[in-house]
């Protein structure tokens, strides 16, 4: 049975003592400890914290017994050199299994383009980080396979607006069609405890994308036991 993919997108939120705090109220939402685990053996959970928290929250999830990954928001299109503040897929691959790559928000506030996130899509792979490729339409969607597409709506992140399940399905059909039967794809956009199930449960639909209620220990909780 495929495995179901949760990831928490956490944009520009939490200081360090914040994600100590939601550490400590995301265990005790989950009852889990450091030797037991109750989640489903069906989940794989990934948080994306902002890059200096990455480090934060590596030492705490890696002292429970659970199917937690570490994932980063961006990733710099260059290997390495002279790019002050950049990040890059090199240094990334000690700390995360994943990379949103290509999210809206990218696009609209620093200008990122198709060709920038290709790049991106390429440091990643190069570096085995496995890229969540953000498309809020089929145009944006490349062919590249070894990636994880995440459909996301403009009118639907961080709105309370989300889409149907059943539009989500048919994008995520839409998607396979053009890419391959094999490749992955969430749905993002406005994802609650209410509305998680809902499109998880969609036959084309590997996992969800979430945001805001993500930055809630208890509701991101509440959602992964739903599923
Ligand atoms: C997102 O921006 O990736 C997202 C899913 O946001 P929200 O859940 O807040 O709509």
């Avoid at 928001?73 to 002279?82: H, I, L, N």
């Avoid at 995520?172 to 209410?194: D, P, R, W």
């Amino acid at each position: 049975m495929e495995k179901k993919l949760i990831v928490a997108n956490w944009k520009e939120n939490k200081t360090a003592s914040q994600t100590t705090e939601w550490f400590e109220k995301f265990g005790a939402a989950l009852s889990i400890s450091r030797s037991r685990s109750k989640l489903s053996i069906n989940l794989e959970v990934v948080v994306c914290p902002s890059f200096i928290l990455i480090p934060v929250l590596n030492s705490q999830l890696s002292t429970l017994n659970s199917p937690f990954r570490l994932g980063a928001q961006d990733v710099s299109k260059f290997e390495e050199g002279q790019y002050t503040g950049e990040v890059s897929a090199k240094m990334l691959r000690d700390f995360v299994s994943y990379v949103i790559v290509g999210h809206s928000e990218r696009r609209e506030h620093f200008g990122e383009t198709d060709e920038d996130v290709n790049l991106k899509i390429e440091q990643c792979l190069k570096y085995d980080l496995t890229p969540i490729v953000c498309v809020s339409s089929l145009e944006q969607v490349s062919t590249v396979s070894d990636v994880i597409f995440a459909y996301e709506p403009l009118s639907a992140i961080g709105t309370g607006k989300p889409d149907t399940p059943e539009n989500a399905q048919d994008f995520a059909q839409e998607i396979k069609t053009e890419v391959g039967q094999n490749v992955k794809v969430l749905y993002g956009g406005s994802v609650n405890a209410k509305n998680a199930k809902s499109f998880v449960s969609q036959p084309d639909i590997s996992g969800v994308l979430v945001g805001e209620a993500s930055l809630d220990a208890e509701e991101f909780g509440k959602i992964i036991k739903t599923l």
